[in-house]
């Protein structure tokens, strides 16, 4: 077994007994491309909070994050994002073809994005273009914590569906956060 297809199995694996698993650009044998993130965080610079994307999470307390859905940067973020999505989803030809990118999210140091479920069907993905965060998954009392530096891949079952919130340690940070209309299970492989 190739140490990329060990760590798929991992994935899967965290996926369908947690509901939740991180990965890393290099475990997948990606290269993290500093200079395509600089241009990114560039391009996102000044833009705007999305009018969609703020009625959709009214509910959930925020401070100092920014979700941004212009379209020149949501394109920069679907290329940063797509051999991601092209090695974890290689045995979905359906994932591959109809994942979107959501929205950029960009948060200031001591930035957060509240409790939340995305409750939406796919599988999300948060990947870290840059700055530091803190993911915490669960409820109470059984709360676990992730850091998300840059080139870390954050990925929340469908099924699972799993609470989650996040603060900002380090900013600018910024994530692309994509829907996988598929779900990695071990029956796929």
């Not at 974890?88 to 200031?108: H, I, Q, T, V």
């Not at 992730?146 to 469908?158: E, F, H, K, Q, V």
Request: hydrophobic share 35%; proline share 5%; charged share 30%.
């Amino acid at each position: 077994m190739s140490p990329v297809d060990a760590e798929l199995a991992r994935i899967t694996t965290e996926l369908e007994s947690r509901g939740f698993a991180q990965t890393f650009f290099e475990r997948l044998d990606l290269t993290y491309d500093e200079t395509a993130a600089q241009r990114i965080r560039a391009a996102c610079e000044d833009k705007p909070s999305s009018k969609a994307a703020l009625e959709l999470t009214e509910l959930v307390d925020k401070d100092g994050i920014t979700i941004v859905q212009d379209e020149a940067c949501m394109e920069d973020g679907r290329d940063f994002v797509r051999p991601i999505v092209d090695i974890l989803f290689r045995d979905s030809s359906r994932a591959r073809e109809k994942w979107s990118a959501y929205a950029l999210n960009c948060y200031e140091t001591g930035g957060h994005f509240g409790e939340h479920r995305d409750s939406i069907g796919a599988t999300v993905l948060i990947v870290s273009v840059t700055g530091h965060r803190e993911l915490s998954i669960g409820e109470q009392p059984k709360v676990e914590r992730l850091t998300m530096p840059p080139g870390s891949i954050t990925l929340l079952d469908a099924e699972h569906d799993p609470v989650h919130a996040v603060r900002c340690t380090e900013g600018p940070s910024i994530s692309v956060v994509l829907d996988v209309p598929d779900m990695l299970r071990s029956s796929y492989r």
